[in-house]
């Protein structure tokens, strides 16, 4: 299983060295990639952990004011990255177009993509769901060669899931899986939404799931523990 830690705008560097002692701790079999802020990447000092970031420039590097490029994120280790989360899509306008051309940047730098899919709840009462996470994937993907595609985990995320403790249904989830994996049969695909210590219980039960991508949960470590312990068991 993947367990992929989005720290989003949290922590500052005091906490974030705090927080590290804490991750330290947890002792699993499962791959942990921890995706801090830019500025804890520099702090980033873990032996049982992958290092990840939550965004990376469109571009290849220049006049860019305030972006870090995919060949930065490489000279510090990093990994994986976030591409396309409904944070950057909402409150920075990403296009579909740009999370291509970002996925583009990070795959030239041997950095491993986790691109974020998912729906609203009006998408979802209008039961477009399918059709917008398909959309999400052709568009994010297009242009690559299969290889390339097969090296991008998808994460599916519906939005209204997103940090409000409500949860799909297993078969809403399942059904969800199975539309991505028909068209990606053979990347590994997580979920994020709400997930924590508590509804793993169910959640395990979805054969689909590679893993997960924990938002609130990443940022307390005692109760990401007993999500690991009860993954497991
Ligand atoms: P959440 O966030 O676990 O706090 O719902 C998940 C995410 O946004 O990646």
Redesign the pocket.
Known sequence: MIIAL?NKCNLTKQEFLKYQEELGKISTKNKVILCPTFLNISHFDLNNVELGAQNVSSNEQGAYTGEVSAQQLQSEQVKYCIVG?SERRKYQQETDEEINQKIIRLLECNIVPILCVGETKEEREKQLEKNIIEKELKKALENLTDEQKEKTIIAY?PIW???TGIIPTNNQIKEMFQTIKQLLPNNKVLY????NEENVVLLKEIEEIDGY?????SLKPEKLKVFIEKLKN
């Open positions: 989005n989360h995320e899931s997103i940090g994020g939404g709400s997930a991508l924990l938002g609130g949960l």
